[in-house]
Nanobody, 128 residues
Framework: QVQPVESGGGSVQAGGSLRLSCAVS????????VGWFRQAPGKEREAVAF????????SYTDSVKGRFTISFDNAKNTLSLQMNFLKIEDTATYYC?????????????????????WGQGTQVTVSS
């Protein structure tokens, strides 16, 4: 199993947009949970958005609903997080996660915090 590789992130003013991407290694036609977590300084890690490699159901934490969109591109094996209308409180290090052992509805993926494979993290900074 190969570590997911993230890209994207950066600094933006409040109200702006950013897009995170994560290359996920997998065997063809395998299906499992993938998602995004974030951690701000001095705070616990937070589950943000989840889906599966089939890209069907999606789950979001309440604070990002309507602003963030998670998607999985089967052809490119890439997980993405489109973040719009960013707020200062979205500032955090964002981590891509995948676990080949987990599969189910996105809400199930969101409840399982013990993911086996993690990206290196990418910083998102939102300023006023």
């Amino acid at each position: 199993q190969v570590q997911p590789v993230e890209s994207g992130g950066g600094s933006v003013q409040a109200g702006g947009s950013l897009r995170l991407s994560c290359a996920v290694s997998r065997n063809p036609n395998t299906r499992f949970c993938v998602g995004w977590f974030r951690q701000a300084p001095g705070k616990e890690r937070e589950a943000v958005a989840f889906t599966t490699t089939e890209g069907g159901s999606k789950s979001y934490t309440d604070s990002v609903k309507g602003r963030f969109t998670i998607s999985f591109d089967n052809a490119k094996n890439t997980l993405s997080l489109q973040m719009n209308f960013l707020k200062i409180e979205d500032t955090a290090t964002y981590y891509c996660a995948a676990d080949y052992r987990l599969y189910g509805p996105a809400d199930y993926c969101a409840r399982n915090g013990a993911y086996r494979n993690w990206g290196q993290g990418t910083q998102v900074t939102v300023s006023s």
